[in-house]
């Protein structure tokens, strides 16, 4: 880990997070996915929008955009298409993504945009206050609901698929291993990848739902994470409350900027 430390992490720790935030977790399982892959820091580029999970690029050693609210994929988009040899990565949370950044995030999915998006979910907005985000659970409590949610959650999977993205993959905080090897996957594939990490937010979100400390949190990743493998031979008793991790999807189709080039190269070759 130190070794990592040194090559892909800013002196600026140490970080803000709150203690027992999975953030951290997740931040390194990023890093330690580039390192795997062994991506050139100068080819790759890493963009975040506001929220807990989007301080995250303030400390990673790339070339880094700290953008605006819920903006982070636009931003990512116009690296990607002026440097379409980049490595770009998005890191969100689950309000950035799917509340005030939902009309970006499933108009990326649809062109199948080359980027990585690694959504931070924690189920809230950690930052501001406690509110709940568009993946607050069913009758989960909040600062804004403090009777509960009476909003269905997102299904952050089924919104990206039938937006069209052509790879999505599930993992938690408690499966730090996985969570690496499914965000290379990621970065690996062409096409709009979504890397769901299930963190904790002690703090903001477990105090209000009585889930416990952050140990606990974590234990209830693991007895509710399945892989998607085994949950396919579970019947509906064992499935209650479960919900699957790995890769859930991965397909094919044009890639944006592959097909943008080719626009360009046409215009071009027109002569108008």
Same mark, same amino acid.
């Given at each position: 880990?130190?070794?990592?430390?040194?090559?892909?992490?800013?002196?600026?720790?140490?970080?803000?997070?709150?203690?027992?935030?999975?953030?951290?977790?997740?931040?390194? =399982?990023?890093? /330690? &996915?580039?390192?795997? @892959?062994?991506? #050139?820091?100068?080819? !790759? +580029?890493?963009?975040?929008? %506001?929220? =807990?999970?989007? /301080? &995250?690029?303030?400390? @990673?050693?790339? #070339?880094?955009?700290? !953008? +605006?609210?819920?903006?982070? %994929?636009?931003?990512?988009?116009?690296?990607?298409?002026?440097?379409?040899?980049?490595?770009?990565?998005?890191?969100?949370?689950?309000?950035?993504?799917?509340?005030?950044?939902?009309?970006?995030?499933?108009?990326?999915?649809?062109?199948?945009?080359?980027?990585?998006?690694?959504?931070?979910?924690?189920?809230?907005?950690?930052?501001?206050?406690?509110?709940?985000?568009?993946?607050?659970?069913?009758?989960?409590?909040?600062?804004?609901?403090?009777?509960?949610?009476?909003?269905?959650?997102?299904?952050?999977?089924?919104?990206?698929?039938?937006?069209?993205?052509?790879?999505?993959?599930?993992?938690?905080?408690?499966?730090?291993?996985?969570?690496?090897?499914?965000?290379?996957?990621?970065?690996?594939?062409?096409?709009?990848?979504?890397?769901?990490?299930?963190?904790?937010?002690?703090?903001?979100?477990?105090?209000?739902?009585?889930?416990?400390?952050?140990?606990?949190?974590?234990?209830?990743?693991?007895?509710?994470?399945?892989?998607?493998?085994?949950?396919?031979?579970?019947?509906?008793?064992?499935?209650?409350?479960?919900?699957?991790?790995?890769?859930?999807?991965?397909?094919?189709?044009?890639?944006?900027?592959?097909?943008?080039?080719?626009?360009?190269?046409?215009?071009?070759?027109?002569?108008?």
């Amino acid at each position: 880990m130190e070794k990592l430390l040194k090559k892909y992490f800013r002196p600026k720790l140490p970080h803000i997070w709150c203690p027992g935030c999975g953030n951290g977790i997740v931040t390194a =399982c990023v890093a /330690r &996915a580039i390192d795997k @892959l062994q991506l #050139d820091q100068d080819q !790759t +580029a890493i963009i975040s929008g %506001i929220g =807990c999970s989007s /301080r &995250a690029s303030g400390y @990673l050693n790339f #070339d880094t955009l700290h !953008t +605006a609210h819920g903006r982070a %994929i636009p931003f990512a988009t116009g690296v990607k298409l002026t440097k379409p040899d980049h490595n770009v990565i998005v890191l969100t949370g689950d309000g950035d993504a799917s509340a005030i950044g939902g009309n970006h995030f499933i108009h990326a999915a649809r062109r199948n945009i080359n980027l990585t998006v690694v959504v931070y979910n924690n189920n809230i907005y950690g930052m501001t206050g406690g509110q709940y985000s568009p993946l607050t659970p069913h009758m989960g409590m909040a600062t804004t609901a403090p009777y509960g949610n009476v909003d269905r959650p997102f299904d952050l999977y089924e919104l990206a698929k039938g937006a069209g993205a052509t790879f999505i993959a599930r993992a938690t905080t408690y499966h730090a291993t996985l969570l690496t090897d499914l965000i290379a996957k990621a970065i690996s594939h062409k096409g709009f990848a979504l890397v769901e990490a299930i963190t904790a937010c002690p703090i903001s979100f477990g105090r209000q739902n009585k889930m416990g400390g952050p140990a606990k949190m974590m234990r209830w990743q693991q007895e509710h994470a399945v892989m998607v493998e085994a949950m396919a031979k579970m019947n509906e008793t064992q499935l209650e409350g479960k919900f699957p991790i790995g890769v859930l999807y991965q397909g094919e189709g044009p890639e944006y900027v592959t097909e943008y080039q080719k626009v360009i190269q046409r215009a071009m070759g027109s002569g108008k």
